[in-house]
């Protein structure tokens, strides 16, 4: 302790103190006070603390990583088991255009064609 943290610790009434009378202040420490001397924590504690920090992040590490390796194989599942659900789409046929559409509500025509969807394949390849 620095003589400047007596000297607060006087002014605060935290440490016990009387003024002599040659104008020196005389401190009253404790038996039990002098026994707690700060020391500098043992180098073999600090090093035996810091490596068991160290195992336990590595450990916690590892997990994180096991965890990131499972969610990834429930991802990839799935999506796998979407595709298979939904199968691509077949290539569609271009819009028709304006020009291109089947004339419709014309007099005398009783009846609509069927649909593209309806229709055969061959049919809506070949116009038939």
Do not use: C
Not at 13 to 26: I, M
Not at 49 to 78: K, N
Not at 98 to 108: Q, R, T, V
């Amino acid at each position: 302790m620095s003589s400047e943290g007596v000297r607060q610790r006087i002014r605060r009434g935290s440490l016990e103190s009387e003024k002599g009378t040659d104008g020196r202040v005389y401190v009253f420490v404790e038996d039990e006070d002098l026994d707690r001397t700060p020391s500098e924590p043992d180098k073999d504690e600090v090093l035996t603390r810091m490596e068991d920090e160290l195992a336990f992040l590595r450990q916690e590490l590892a997990t994180r990583d096991e965890e990131i390796r499972r969610r990834d194989a429930v991802l990839l599942s799935l999506s796998e088991g979407l595709k298979a659900l939904n199968p691509p789409a077949e290539a569609r046929e271009s819009p028709q255009t304006a020009s291109e559409e089947p004339a419709k509500g014309k007099p005398g025509e009783g009846e609509e064609e069927p649909s593209s969807r309806e229709r055969s394949w061959w049919r809506r390849m070949f116009g038939g």
